[in-house]
């Protein structure tokens, strides 16, 4: 399903993607940035899932269409490698709370700061 929604905040530190009208998501860049979807991030297998910290001020400089499923976010640390598609995003807007406890968590493990 198509995002209804797609919009970066005017202060580039969140983006707000709705599908229809009741299911509204608020994600944040440093979020995205540390979940992004790439092969960079995510790895090739879990074992190689990369657990990136210090990205707490990071700001999405812009976003580019990918076909009609997805979207590629540029960052203002020069990562655009990550394709977000709409599952993705949606995923992630339904799961946020976990997601973010469980990176926060991995970041404790590893002494790593946000």
């Given amino acids: 399903m198509q995002p209804t929604k797609l919009t ?7 983006l707000e993607i709705a599908f229809g009208e009741s ?3 608020e994600l944040t860049a ?3 940035r540390v979940l ?3 092969a960079e991030v995510q790895g090739h297998s879990p074992e190689q899932r990369k657990t990136i910290g210090g990205k707490q001020n990071v700001e999405i400089m812009k976003m580019e269409p990918v076909g009609n499923y997805a979207v590629r976010i540029t ?3 020069m990562h655009d490698t990550g394709i977000f598609s709409w599952s993705y995003f949606r995923e992630l807007g339904q ?3 976990t997601r973010w406890a469980e990176h926060l ?3 404790a493990e590893k002494g790593m700061a946000r």
Avoid at 8 to 14: A, I, L, P, T
């Fill in 36 to 38: 992004s979807p790439s």
């Fill in 8 to 14: 970066v905040r005017k202060d580039k530190k969140s």
């Fill in 30 to 32: 440093e979020m995205l």
């Fill in 23 to 25: 299911e509204t998501y």
């Fill in 95 to 97: 799961n946020k709370e």
């Fill in 75 to 77: 960052f203002d640390d």
């Fill in 105 to 107: 968590s991995e970041l």
